[in-house]
Every structure is written in C-alpha cells, then in structure tokens.
C-alpha cells in the first residue's frame, strides 16, 4: 500500500506528548509533512527532533497556547508562511481538571478547561480551516466521557460532549468546501498522566499491565490503549481511506462505551 498521507501537510495540536505524540509519528510514516503545536514547546521540540532522526519530510513546532486567539493567528500565520495548504488538522491538545460536582467547581476551573477543550479547538479550526483550500480533514478528539455518566467529571465530559456536537455542525458547514469533520473518542489511554513520575523500569512494567485483558474489567476487551491504537484511528479519519465518513464520533475504547 502507498503512503496514506504522502504529498499532505497536518498540524497536530498537543503533539509534544501522548496521544498527540503518536500521531504526529503515525502521519510520518504515512508520509506527511508534520506541524505540532504545543504549549509545552520542549516538548513539541522533542517530537519533531524525533520525527526528523527516523522520516523524510518537512517538520517544525510551534509553541502555542490553543486557548489564547491571538497565539493560534499568529501560529496559522506561521504554518501559512511555510505551506501553500494544510490537508489536515487534529484538534488534540486537552486538559483535565480536579474531578468534582458542578456544586464545587470554580468559575477558574471552568474557565480553563473550556478555553483549552472547547475553544481551543474552535480557535485552531478558524485560523486553519481556511488554509484548507484543497479540502482535508479535521480529527478532534473527545473522549468516552462525552457519552457516558459518572460522578464528578461534569466539567471535562462537558468539554467534550461540546467537542462531539460541535464535530457534526462543523461537518455540515464545510462539506461544500470538500472537508470532512470528525471525532474520535478514547477511553483510557496509558500516557504520561497516568505514568506520571514513575522511573522508566516501573513506567514500562505499568503500561503493560494496563494495557494486558484484565486490567480494566468495565471494557470489552478489559485493558487500556497504547497512544498508537488511538493515532490509527486518527490516520484513517485523517486520510482518503475514510473519504465518506463525516459528522460522527467514533468510540475508540476498548469498548467501553457498548459494555
Ligand atoms: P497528554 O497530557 O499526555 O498530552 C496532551 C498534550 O497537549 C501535552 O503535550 C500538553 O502540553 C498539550 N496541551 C495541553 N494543553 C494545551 C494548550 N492549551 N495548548 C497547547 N498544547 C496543550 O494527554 P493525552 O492523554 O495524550 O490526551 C490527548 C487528548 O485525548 C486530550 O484531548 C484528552 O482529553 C483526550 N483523551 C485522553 C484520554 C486518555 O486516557 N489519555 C482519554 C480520553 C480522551
């Protein structure tokens, strides 16, 4: 098979870590040119050294709070400056914040976590969007939590239940210019906020626990993902493979949502 995404150029938002991170080298290696957006810039520097060591192609980073307008204009400024168009976009860049009932929860914390989920996403798909002008695809990434109850994490499954209704509306008022709009939605991917300070050996013995049938009895197949299960996801949504799929969330978990 050719490369899925050889001759396209996609910026990847939060690509310094994760799930991101596993994108922007899935896109790679389908042949893409790479732009990952980061807040975190060592880290979006770090993926992009490692995408130039292994891939041929263009990469570079930018560093970019998603939630703040003018940050994301000045990166679109940036991307245009080095590319006639951008084919796809993955709105990826997420935060959590402390789980608690909306009767806890401040005005901060709730103006965080939508700046970042809900309208980072929308400011990079304003500024990008328009660079679109061969058509493309936008991947935004939402979470099981968009569908699903449980206590305490009003605030994010909010966020990404916005992330989810806004896909389909996206999808429909930009059809016409040949783009398509969709979702993926994870549900427990072992990343570096679930490893966090653990020391490498004890990191790695713990993703593999986590990801073996068993660890996570409220799934289908019991187990969490490795952030490359999800950028597959991402890659068809992203490429011509999925060229009729539009306005849908996908569950990418396990089977979590279904059990
Ligand atoms: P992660 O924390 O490992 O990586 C997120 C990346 O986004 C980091 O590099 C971070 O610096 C960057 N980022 C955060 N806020 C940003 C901002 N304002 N501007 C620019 N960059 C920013 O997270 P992850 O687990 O890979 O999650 C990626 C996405 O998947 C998020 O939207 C998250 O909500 C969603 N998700 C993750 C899981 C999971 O279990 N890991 C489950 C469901 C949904």
Same mark, same amino acid.
């Given at each position: 098979?050719?490369?899925?995404?050889?001759?396209?150029?996609?910026?990847?938002?939060?690509?310094?870590?994760?799930?991101?991170?596993?994108?922007?080298?899935?896109? !790679?290696?389908?042949?893409?040119?790479?732009?990952?957006?980061?807040?975190?810039?060592?880290?979006?520097?770090?993926?992009?050294?490692?995408?130039?060591?292994?891939?041929?192609?263009?990469?570079?980073?930018?560093?970019?709070?998603?939630?703040?307008?003018?940050?994301?204009?000045?990166?679109?400024?940036?991307?245009?400056?080095?590319?006639?168009?951008?084919?796809?976009?993955?709105?990826?860049?997420?935060?959590?914040?402390?789980?608690?009932?909306?009767?806890?929860?401040?005005?901060?914390?709730?103006?965080?976590?939508?700046?970042?989920?809900?309208?980072?996403?929308?400011?990079?798909?304003?500024?990008?969007?328009?660079?679109?002008?061969?058509?493309?695809?936008?991947?935004?990434?939402?979470?099981?939590?968009?569908?699903?109850?449980?206590?305490?994490?009003?605030?994010?499954?909010?966020?990404?239940?916005?992330?989810?209704?806004?896909?389909?509306?996206?999808?429909?008022?930009? !059809?016409?210019?040949?783009?398509?709009?969709?979702?993926?939605?994870?549900?427990?991917?072992?990343?570096?906020?679930?490893?966090?300070?653990?020391?490498?050996?004890?990191?790695?013995?713990?993703?593999?626990?986590?990801?073996?049938?068993?660890?996570?009895?409220?799934?289908?197949?019991?187990?969490?993902?490795?952030?490359?299960?999800?950028?597959?996801?991402?890659?068809?949504?992203?490429?011509?493979?999925?060229?009729?799929?539009?306005?849908?969330?996908?569950?990418?978990?396990?089977?979590?949502?279904?059990?």
């Amino acid at each position: 098979m050719s490369a899925r995404l050889a001759g396209k150029t996609a910026v990847v938002t939060g690509g310094g870590k994760g799930i991101g991170e596993a994108t922007c080298h899935r896109f !790679a290696e389908e042949g893409a040119d790479v732009v990952t957006i980061d807040w975190d810039g060592p880290a979006a520097r770090e993926t992009i050294e490692a995408l130039a060591d292994s891939h041929d192609g263009t990469f570079f980073d930018v560093e970019t709070d998603v939630s703040d307008e003018a940050a994301v204009e000045t990166m679109a400024a940036e991307v245009a400056a080095s590319f006639e168009s951008v084919d796809v976009l993955v709105n990826n860049a997420g935060i959590r914040v402390d789980p608690k009932p909306v009767t806890e929860a401040d005005e901060e914390s709730w103006d965080r976590i939508l700046g970042v989920n809900l309208k980072g996403t929308a400011f990079c798909s304003k500024h990008l969007i328009p660079q679109m002008t061969d058509g493309g695809a936008v991947v935004n990434v939402a979470s099981v939590g968009a569908g699903w109850a449980r206590s305490a994490w009003s605030q994010y499954d909010a966020t990404k239940g916005g992330i989810v209704s806004m896909t389909r509306d996206m999808a429909c008022d930009h !059809a016409g210019d040949g783009i398509r709009v969709n979702a993926v939605s994870p549900g427990r991917v072992v990343t570096d906020y679930h490893i966090g300070d653990r020391p490498p050996e004890e990191a790695a013995t713990y993703v593999e626990e986590q990801t073996t049938r068993g660890a996570h009895p409220n799934s289908i197949l019991q187990r969490a993902a490795r952030p490359r299960e999800l950028a597959d996801a991402i890659l068809f949504l992203a490429s011509d493979e999925s060229s009729f799929v539009t306005g849908v969330n996908i569950p990418v978990d396990g089977g979590k949502s279904v059990f």
